[in-house]
């Protein structure tokens, strides 16, 4: 059951993407573009996604997940190196690009060649990611 | 244009709601890079096959609409070099922060948590200057 629930997120979220132009990269750029031609159209999508999941998060208070235990446990709230390090990094590339994991999927199909580049690509990028973060880490224990 | 405007809002309010209903049903956070991040480095092998199944539903759902009914092109640049640098950094970097645009963004605002707050400001603030250089110093992309 949980597995088929996962499928119907998977399809919503992917559909969602494509309707609201975050499957274009070029209104990904258009976006960060504050400078040129500037489109707001991702805080729209930003605010759209956030109001229905803030109910959510209040609709989670003494109660359970229908399918489990547990919600997820509040991660650790320190901000540390690894988040800024690694949230420029990201934010380098989605610029670079127009796109970010979620759209790189949803796009898959009609991105062309390219789509399926960036995916390799950014699938080698996340099983480098424990390496580079060990030496990060030791780097800021010598510190 | 403000039909893009509220399209994205009719959009977003779907990627809302599919992010609420994993979190009150399956109890998790619908974070793209960590939902595929954890099958690549094998930390998500407990529920691998949730992962799959909302991936599966990812690339399947869009690629339906884009049969039925046409869509929007990726317009993604043609300079493999960029698009091969770019998918390296998104890669590395939603991993080394633990989320990106959906598991901070979306997941983490909405329950004012600072590290969503943080890391979307970083990201946004290393994606716009990225844009400045890239495209209106040095006119790569």
């Known amino acids: ?143 | 244009m403000q039909s893009d405007w509220l399209l994205g809002l009719a959009g977003g309010g779907l990627i809302g709601l599919a992010a609420a209903m994993f979190l009150l049903v399956n109890g998790k956070i619908m974070g793209a890079s960590g939902i595929i991040g954890g099958l690549v480095d094998g930390s998500g092998r407990g529920d691998w096959q949730e992962r799959a199944a909302l991936i599966a539903g990812l690339i399947l759902a869009p690629a339906l609409v884009i049969l039925a009914m046409g869509g929007s092109a990726t317009q993604l640049t043609e300079n493999w070099l960029v698009v091969v640098i770019a998918g390296v950094l998104v890669g590395i970097g939603t991993r080394l922060a633990n989320g990106c645009t959906s598991g901070h963004g979306v997941c983490g605002i909405s329950r004012l948590s600072l590290r969503g707050i943080v890391a979307t400001a970083f990201y946004i603030g290393a994606g716009g200057l990225t844009i400045v250089v890239f495209k209106h110093l040095l006119g790569v992309i």
């Open chain 1, 1 to 143: 059951m949980r597995i088929l629930v996962s499928f119907i997120v998977g399809s919503l979220f992917g559909v969602g993407l494509l309707v609201s132009g975050m499957t274009n990269t070029t209104k990904v750029q258009g976006w960060l573009d504050i400078f040129g031609d500037w489109d707001p159209t991702l805080a729209f999508v930003m605010g759209g996604a956030i109001l229905p999941m803030a109910i959510a998060w209040r609709m989670t208070q003494g109660r359970k997940p229908v399918l489990s235990d547990q919600f997820p446990a509040k991660p650790d709230p320190r901000l540390g190196r690894n988040l800024v390090v690694g949230s420029t990094v990201f934010g380098m590339g989605w610029g670079l690009a127009g796109l970010c994991p979620g759209p790189a999927l949803a796009s898959l199909s009609f991105g062309g060649i390219g789509g399926v580049l960036f995916l390799t690509a950014m699938l080698a990028g996340m099983a480098m990611a424990p390496v580079l973060r060990a030496r990060l880490d030791q780097a800021g224990a010598a510190v």
